[in-house]
């Protein structure tokens, strides 16, 4: 069924359009918090999807890119409106789990990185893959952003309703997208800053415009908040300012910014950007907690190199090969014994580094490249590319270590 724009926008103020949800544009519209029946067309289409696709046929790096490409594109329309409920973006994530390492949404595989690896930056080791509750908390975030920043006409209407004194209301509305906007907002608030220009935007005592609000500066109760009215407009005076005599003191006249000689509209810019807007990839940042990066992340996955490739040393960094050695740490019981030496059990040390054909491969590839390479450990392998060196050299010496450790457990799964 398809909305009409006036029950469209009466849906997103909070009003009733009846008891069953409108679908416009793709996007249900409902009244009240998002529940899981509102997003289950969605969902569904989503399984049947990731059902269809031969995922078995291709790597997991092919996998992992349609995941990218197109999954998350049919959800970033919805996420940009609503929050979906937990137990769903869980459930979704499951699916796409299972079809990563599996190629079946319904197959659960073991050896597998833990997800919260696989969501990582490449810097950080990870795949750069997305959790969706990540990826929908960050577009609401950016749309609480604008929200706050945007003149356009669905920002009047939502401030008109939500809004009171110019702040959030704190009482509680019976609408769809309020209720996700409403998380956030306090947060993105919190984390911007007014650049003064005529003042008429900004409340001298509860906005910050000084690097803190003056409520805040003077500890000044919450409860009370409200009563504090009045527009920096009111004392700015022929491009000067003619604040009353309580405001005058160091905490607040060190704080003092420039006037601006030209009148220039007030903007409100966030703190952690340097541009002072927020995007989807500033929101992402701000919500997710940083993790040291990793020296050899960012080398692997270049161009010239197949990402099948470059997953095979990404597993082994991760420990996470499924070798004789993990299989048994998942509960598989079996005799292991290496296939290529005969002498001992299969680990994934002993298989790329330590096994007699594996030593002989470093050697001979040492010889081509004209270097000693240090097959100590994972990490030590990428330590013979030169340091002074052309960026085609790096990408040559990079190559010859990724397609060796593919080749070595390409050798391991056909005998």
Not at 43 to 65: C, E, F, N, P
Not at 314 to 323: A, L
Request: aromatic share 12%; proline share 5%; glycine share 6%.
């Amino acid at each position: 069924m398809t909305a009409t724009r006036t029950q469209m926008i009466a849906a997103l103020l909070g009003f009733t359009v009846g008891t069953v949800p409108f679908i416009y544009l793709g996007c249900p519209i409902f009244q009240g918090k998002p529940k899981v029946a509102h997003f289950q067309m969605v969902s569904d289409k989503i399984k049947a999807k990731l059902a269809t696709w031969k995922g078995s046929l291709l790597s997991i790096m092919g996998r992992v890119q349609l995941v990218k490409s197109i999954i998350h594109g049919m959800l970033v329309y919805s996420f940009h409106v609503y929050m979906w409920p937990k137990r769903l973006l869980r459930m979704l994530d499951t699916w796409l789990k299972n079809f990563i390492w599996s190629g079946d949404v319904m197959t659960r595989k073991v050896c597998t990185v833990s997800w919260n690896y696989l969501s990582r930056p490449w810097a950080e080791g990870g795949l750069d893959l997305k959790p969706t509750r990540l990826i929908n908390y960050s577009l609401i975030f950016k749309l609480a952003w604008n929200l706050l920043t945007t003149n356009s006409q669905w920002a009047a209407l939502l401030k008109q309703r939500f809004f009171s004194n110019g702040k959030p209301a704190d009482h509680y509305f019976k609408s769809s997208v309020w209720a996700c906007i409403k998380i956030h907002i306090g947060a993105v608030i919190s984390n911007s800053l007014w650049i003064v220009g005529t003042g008429e935007n900004i409340s001298i005592w509860n906005d910050n415009w000084l690097g803190i609000p003056i409520v805040d500066l003077f500890d000044i109760d919450p409860y009370f908040h409200a009563g504090f009215k009045g527009r920096l407009s009111e004392v700015i005076v022929d491009g000067g300012w003619n604040l009353p005599s309580n405001l005058l003191v160091n905490e607040v006249t060190s704080r003092f910014p420039t006037i601006p000689r030209v009148p220039l509209p007030d903007t409100l810019v966030w703190s952690h950007s340097t541009d002072g807007k927020i995007s989807s990839k500033n929101a992402l940042a701000f919500l997710t907690p940083p993790h040291p990066t990793l020296p050899w992340a960012d080398l692997i996955w270049t161009g010239c190199i197949p990402p099948s490739h470059s997953f095979t040393f990404w597993r082994w960094m991760h420990r996470k090969m499924p070798t004789d050695e993990n299989l048994r740490t998942r509960g598989c019981i079996l005799v292991s014994l290496y296939c290529f030496c005969l002498h001992t059990v299969e680990t994934s040390d002993h298989l790329f580094l330590r096994c007699t054909f594996a030593m002989d491969l470093w050697a001979w590839l040492g010889g081509k490249l004209n270097c000693v390479i240090d097959y100590a450990s994972a990490l030590s392998l990428l330590s013979c590319i030169p340091t002074r060196c052309s960026s085609q050299v790096t990408d040559l010496f990079i190559v010859a270590v990724i397609h060796t450790v593919h080749t070595i457990w390409l050798s391991r799964n056909f005998i």
